[in-house]
């Protein structure tokens, strides 16, 4: 069946790049996504692409997808304290087009 | 910012009692979801609801859970005869659209989830 694996945990200073790797099983995923939860806060979207691209830049969100690989990484350049959150990735297929896949969710903390 | 509302942020109740989840959904949206996240698991879809009716279940929504739009604004979740395994974050979503293949997705906006506690 479909499955969304991520690493749990990220750490990294504030003004580094945090990267967020994500892998996926199903190969006919139309659209990856991914959400950014805050404590006590809803699921809320940053980003998505499409799986016929293999970038896509918006200001500091970098999404990187290897289809070969099933890969999907989210780079945030120069990162700030308030992007201390959960990010999951998320995908959906033609097939099931009416729900989410999700990944476990990384952790990122960014410490001062 | 429309956004969508869900009440009550937590609910506890005891084994076997029946609890409804609220949700208001975007007002212009016409799809709406039920997403769950039991702590230290992945989000899971339960429900997708469209034009009065259930789109697609889960093998989680069983006989157990019911989905309702009651009126022009609310929809709910029902589930009957709590277990202690139901305990997690039940999420809402709507949005305008569902995915269309080469066109952009139309996003899920999210509630900010209420926490069912079964004790």
């Known amino acids: 069946g479909e499955d969304v694996e991520q690493s749990l945990f990220l750490s990294v200073r504030e003004g580094d790049s945090s990267v967020i790797n994500c892998t996926y099983t199903?190969?006919?995923?139309?659209?990856l996504y991914w959400y950014k939860q805050e404590p006590g806060a809803g699921l809320q979207l940053l980003t998505y692409?499409?799986?016929n691209m293999d970038m896509k830049q918006d200001q500091r969100l970098t999404v990187l997808l290897n289809k070969k690989d099933k890969h999907l990484s989210l780079r945030i350049a120069d990162t700030q304290t308030g992007d201390s959150a959960i990010y999951f990735c998320?995908?959906?297929?033609?097939?099931?087009?009416?729900?989410?896949?999700w990944g476990l969710g990384t952790s990122l903390a960014v410490n001062p | 910012e429309p956004e969508v509302t869900q009440t009550p942020s937590h609910q506890v109740t005891q084994m076997g009692q029946e609890v409804i989840l609220r949700c208001v959904p975007i007002?212009?949206?016409?799809?709406f979801y039920w997403y769950r996240q039991i702590l230290g698991q992945k989000v899971e879809f339960l429900v997708s609801?469209?034009?009065?009716?259930?789109?697609?279940k889960s093998e989680i929504f069983d006989d157990q859970f019911s989905v309702e739009r009651p009126d022009g604004s609310n929809f709910t979740l029902k589930i009957r005869s709590t277990k202690l395994e139901d305990s997690a974050m039940y999420f809402c979503?709507?949005?305008?659209?569902?995915?269309?293949?080469?066109?952009?997705?139309?996003?899920?906006?999210f509630g900010p989830g209420t926490r069912l506690t079964v004790t």
């Open positions: 979503a709507s949005s305008e659209g569902q995915i269309q293949i080469l066109r952009p997705p139309y996003e899920q906006y």
């Open positions: 007002s212009n949206h016409l799809y």
């Open positions: 609801f469209y034009n009065n009716e259930i789109s697609e």
């Open positions: 199903d190969s006919s995923s139309t659209y």
């Open positions: 692409i499409f799986s």
């Open positions: 998320a995908e959906i297929n033609a097939g099931n087009n009416r729900k989410l896949i």
